[in-house]
């Protein structure tokens, strides 16, 4: 393993916990659930969600990384000012994906963690410049990044300045094409062992199928992750972005439920927030 000063662990005991909002802390006892859909679509969108699932924080692209530069590229400053909308209405902390330098002052003044997705886990320069960012930011492993890599685009991070990162495993390519990825709960255990820092699990992006996310996620959680970042929507198939691995908001409700039993034998908590009445609008 090359020099990981900052991410590896001094001793065994050593963790990090990043606060994304004064309820909400990653990589603590409790285990953190973070729901949503692929793409903001629209503010009833995202408040079908906020209103019927019970996440301790929410999810949505709004400047999408898509594979054809045809497909719908997500709503920018629009889709941001959704997620603060539902943010203050709902008291729900929000997550999104930065995928420039240029967009980073705008998304930190909208969003409480800035996502940098696969695609760009080796943008050097925009892990640098999220370095001097105060705000979480949710690093996901690249398409066929190595556990190394990995860590050493988190170095970058922590090495300019924010010591807020957290990990997301959400599958690596393979030779299989039954599933979208293959989910590599190895490396959950290897990065918890090697870094102090938080570390969740996607298991919508690491299968494609909505049929396996249910059991990965128990699986996740007994493997010691710190929590999961689930793909959900009010009309699944209607998803304008990966439609075949979004769960239902009843399907997500039940998931999460069934999580309580598997954190509890691991001497782990799930703090579900009480759905809430949406304050009126400011
Ligand atoms: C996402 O979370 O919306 C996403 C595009 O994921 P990934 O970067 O892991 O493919
Ligand atoms: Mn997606």
Redo the contacts with the bound molecule.
Sequence with gaps: MLDANLANKSHPQQRTIVQLSEQVALGDREIVIIGGP?TVESLAQMEAVASVVPVNAL?G?VY??RTSPYAFQGLGVEGLEILSSVRRRYGLPVVT?VMAISQIETIAAHADML?V???NMQNFDLLKALGQVDKPILL?RGLSATIEEFVMAAEYILSHGNSQVVL?E?GIRSFDTYTRNVLDLGAVVALKQITHLPVLV?PS?ATGKRELIPDLSRAAIAAGADGL?IECHPEPEKSVS?ARQALSLETMVELIQSLNEIATAIGRQIHLPKLQVPAMAA
């Design positions: 692929c999810r692209g999408k990384p994906e996502q997705g696969s695609r996901k997301c959400r996607d992006h970042i990966d």
